[in-house]
């Protein structure tokens, strides 16, 4: 489904809270379909050959040094997404020429940002990137290390304004590949405070992948916008530049597809 026919069936849902970058049409929207086929969390990705995905490469904006990220064999790829009534599939396939381990800022790292209520502005937090303490209820960072500290299966992590800790219920399961890794995670909607999942439901969304290749050589690309970042601060929590993800599918009856394994 184009993104123009997306924009033309969420119109009503979205129009209330359509910012400048929404009206000039540079708005970036990915599609999460309705789950229809058996998912077996695993890490290898055959069952998402045919679920659009969300390129991040060196086309997409870059938040750190450029002298430190040599391109689409650096870090490059794709993020998909899936859902049901119960969870959020993510998965990904990314080329990248050293897969840095470890529970750690420096470690490579799959990032979603969700502003659930989409109602996110300059206005909302007094034109101010807030610390993580002041966003509002419905603002969700969720985060994977792709290999972490350990024995697998790796933690899903979500940071809020009254919590910072593992995500209950949910799953991460990667893997070193020639020249890359893959990821495959989910993410229970109960998880996600504000969350309500349904077909035409639109959240807020911010993708970024952090590579790390070593202390000091941190980069990080973003999809939708790009937030501010200094290498002694980090990243600048400019939540109100955000893209959109809409679940699409058929209309559900009651506790249809209540989750996958």
Do not use: C
Not at 38 to 55: A, F, I, K, T
Not at 150 to 170: F, S
Not at 175 to 200: D, I, Q, T
């Amino acid at each position: 489904m184009g993104v123009a026919l997306i924009s033309a069936l969420i119109a009503p849902t979205v129009a209330s809270a359509m910012t400048q970058a929404e009206r000039s049409g540079a708005l970036r929207v990915a599609v999460a379909p309705l789950r229809t086929f058996e998912l077996l969390l695993d890490g290898e990705l055959s069952e998402w050959e045919d679920v659009p995905g969300v390129s991040l490469d060196s086309s997409s904006y870059l938040l750190t040094d450029t002298a430190l990220y040599d391109g689409n064999a650096d870090l490059s790829g794709a993020i998909q997404f899936v859902w049901d009534t119960t969870y959020l599939y993510v998965a990904g396939r990314f080329a990248d020429d050293r897969l840095a381990a470890g529970a750690a800022w420096t470690s490579d790292r799959v990032n979603l940002v969700f502003d659930l209520f989409g109602d996110n502005h300059p206005l909302s937090y007094g034109g101010e990137a807030p610390d993580a303490s002041r966003w509002q209820p419905d603002d969700q960072w969720v985060y994977a290390h792709i290999i972490g500290d350990g024995e697998p299966p790796y933690p899903v992590m979500r940071l809020a304004h009254d919590y910072h800790g593992p995500v209950d219920g949910a799953l991460l399961a990667s893997r070193s590949v020639e020249a890359g890794w893959m990821f495959e995670m989910r993410v229970p909607w109960a998880a996600l405070p504000e969350a309500l999942p349904f077909v035409g439901a639109v959240f807020g969304m911010q993708i970024f992948l952090s590579d790390g290749d070593g202390v000091g050589r941190l980069t990080e690309i973003m999809w939708s916008e790009r937030w501010g970042h200094s290498r002694e601060a980090g990243l600048v929590w400019e939540l109100w530049k955000m893209g959109r993800l809409v679940l699409t599918g058929e209309p559900l009856t009651p506790g249809e597809l209540g989750g996958g394994e």
